[in-house]
C-alpha cells in the first residue's frame, strides 16, 4: 500500500451522506429505514448493496466500513458480514452450485477445511485439497467442472505461502474464479485482487478490527460479483451488527499503524527464536530460512506478526513455554494489540487423533505465537526467557 493509500483510509469515506455533521459517523443503530414515498421505497429495497432499506440488506455503518475495505484491497466492492466464516460460506453459495468442484489447500484455516471436507460435499459440491507450494498441484487438481479455487497464503499454523500470480494465472486459463484468504497478511503486506485473484476474503475479527472486540468478516472484488454474494447474503443472514460495523471502522483507521508493529514484532522474535537450543524449527516467512522467503518477499510487504515456534521438547516444552510467558495469554485468535499464543496440538486434542494432526501439520511441540503490538525488546525479553532450558 502506498503513502496516499494510508490517506485515504483515513478520509475515503468521507463523501458518504448521513445528514449529520459529526467527524465520526454515528452509529445506525436501526433495523430498517423510512422511505418518502412508495417510488423511493422500492428503489431503495431493489439497490444492490444500499443503505436504505433494512439494516440485513444493508446500513449506513456497512456502506462507510465497505468503502474503506474496498481502497485498502485495491477493490471495486466489498461486503461485510457477522464472521469470516459467514463470509466465506456466502461466497461459496453465492458462486458454486451442485455438481462443481472446488479446490482448496491441505493446509488451511480449521473453519475452512470443514467448508471443503463436510458442507460443500453435502451440496452435491465436489472438493480436492492440493498442496499449496506446488502450484502444479493445483493444475494436476483442475477438472472441466472446476468452478473456484480457495487459497489462503500465509497459511494457518505453519505459515506456507502459496505463489498467488502463479495459481490465478492458471486458474483463470481454466476458467475457475479465485478467492483468497487474506486475514493473516492485511492488505497492507499483501494485496491479493492486484496479483490476479478475482476475490479476496477476511477474518475481520483479526488484525482489519485489530482490538479483539469484534467478530466480523470481508468479502472483496469485482461489483458484479460482491453483488452475488450479496444476494445470497440477504438469503444466508450473515449480516454484521451496526455497533460491530461502527467498531470495525474504528480500528481499521489505524491498521497501517499498526501492521507495522505487528511486523517488526513478529520478526524480532522469529530472529530471537531462531537460533535459540530449546527450538527446532522457526516458521516465519520474514526469514532468509523460510524455504518460500523469496516467493514472500516478492507478493508481501511485511510477513505480519504469527511467528510458529516448534520446540525440541515436543507436546511438554510447548505446554511449559505457554505457561512462563509474561505478555502473550493463552487464546485463541490473533492480529489485536495483545499478543496471544496457542498450542494447537493442545486446542485439537479432543478433536482429532495423533495422525489426524500429523496429516493437518500440526506437530506435538508447535506454539502458534501472535505478537501484538507492545515493545519489541519487551517480547524478544519474554520469549527468551520463557524457552530458557525447554
Ligand atoms: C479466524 C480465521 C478465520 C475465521 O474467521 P472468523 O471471523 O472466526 O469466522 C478464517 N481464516 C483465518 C486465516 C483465520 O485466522
Known amino acids: 500500500m502506498t503513502e496516499e493509500d494510508r490517506t485515504r483510509v483515513i478520509h475515503v469515506d468521507r463523501g458518504i451522506s448521513d445528514g449529520t455533521r459529526t467527524v465520526v459517523p454515528p452509529i445506525h443503530q436501526s433495523a430498517n429505514f423510512h422511505s418518502e414515498d412508495q417510488r423511493s421505497f422500492s428503489a431503495a429495497a431493489n439497490e444492490p448493496r ?14 462507510h466500513v465497505a468503502s474503506v475495505l474496498a481502497e485498502l484491497e485495491n477493490a471495486e466492492a466489498a461486503l461485510v458480514t457477522s464472521s469470516g466464516m459467514g463470509a466465506v460460506t456466502t461466497s461459496l453459495l453465492g458462486l458454486v452450485s451442485a455438481g462443481d468442484h472446488v479446490i482448496g489447500q491441505q493446509s488451511t484455516y480449521g473453519g ?14 465436489e472438493t480436492t485439497q492440493v498442496d499449496q507450494t506446488d502450484p502444479e498441484a493445483f493444475e494436476r487438481a483442475m477438472t472441466p467442472r472446476t468452478r473456484l479455487v480457495l487459497l489462503e497464503t500465509p497459511s494457518n499454523p505453519l505459515l506456507r505461502i502459496t505463489d498467488l500470480r502463479a495459481v490465478t494465472e492458471l486458474a483463470r486459463r481454466h476458467g475457475a474464479l479465485t478467492l ?16 490476479g485473484a478475482d476475490l479476496v476474503w477476511h477474518s475481520a475479527t483479526k488484525y482489519l478490527n485489530g482490538h479483539s472486540d469484534v467478530s466480523a468478516g470481508i468479502v472483496a472484488g469485482p461489483a458484479e460479483l460482491v453483488d452475488r454474494i450479496w444476494e445470497t447474503g440477504i438469503i444466508t443472514g450473515t449480516t454484521l451488527g451496526p455497533f460491530d460495523a461502527w467498531l470495525l471502522l474504528r480500528g481499521l483507521r489505524t491498521l497501517p499503524l499498526r501492521m507495522r508493529q505487528h511486523n517488526e514484532n513478529g520478526q524480532a522474535i522469529a530472529e530471537a527464536l ?51 510467558m509474561r505478555y502473550p495469554r493463552r487464546a485463541a485468535s490473533l492480529g489485536g494489540v495483545e499478543s496471544l499464543a496457542v498450542h494447537p496440538s493442545a486446542m485439537w486434542s479432543g478433536v482429532l487423533d495423533e495422525q489426524q494432526l500429523r496429516e493437518a501439520d500440526i506437530p506435538p511441540g ?9 515493545d519489541s525488546a519487551d517480547l524478544v525479553n519474554d520469549v527468551l526467557e520463557a524457552a530458557e532450558g525447554l
Open 50 to 63: 444500499g443503505h436504505d432499506f433494512y439494516t440485513r440488506y444493508g446500513n449506513p455503518n456497512h456502506t
Open 366 to 374: 508447535l506454539v502458534r505465537l501472535a505478537a501484538g503490538v507492545e
Open 274 to 324: 531462531e537460533t535459540h537450543p530449546s527450538v527446532a524449527v522457526v516458521h516465519y516467512p520474514g526469514l532468509r530460512k523460510h524455504p518460500q522467503h523469496e516467493l514472500a518477499a516478492e507478493q508481501m510487504d511485511g510477513f505480519g506478526g504469527v511467528v510458529a515456534v516448534e520446540f525440541n521438547g515436543g507436546h511438554q516444552a510447548a505446554n511449559t513455554f505457554l505457561d512462563r
Open 180 to 195: 483468497v484468504d487474506n486475514t493473516f497478511a492485511s492488505p497492507v503486506n499483501q494485496r491479493p485482487l492486484d496479483l
Open 112 to 125: 475452512t477445511a470443514s467448508l471443503l471436507t463436510n458442507l460443500l460435499p453435502r451440496f452435491g459440491v
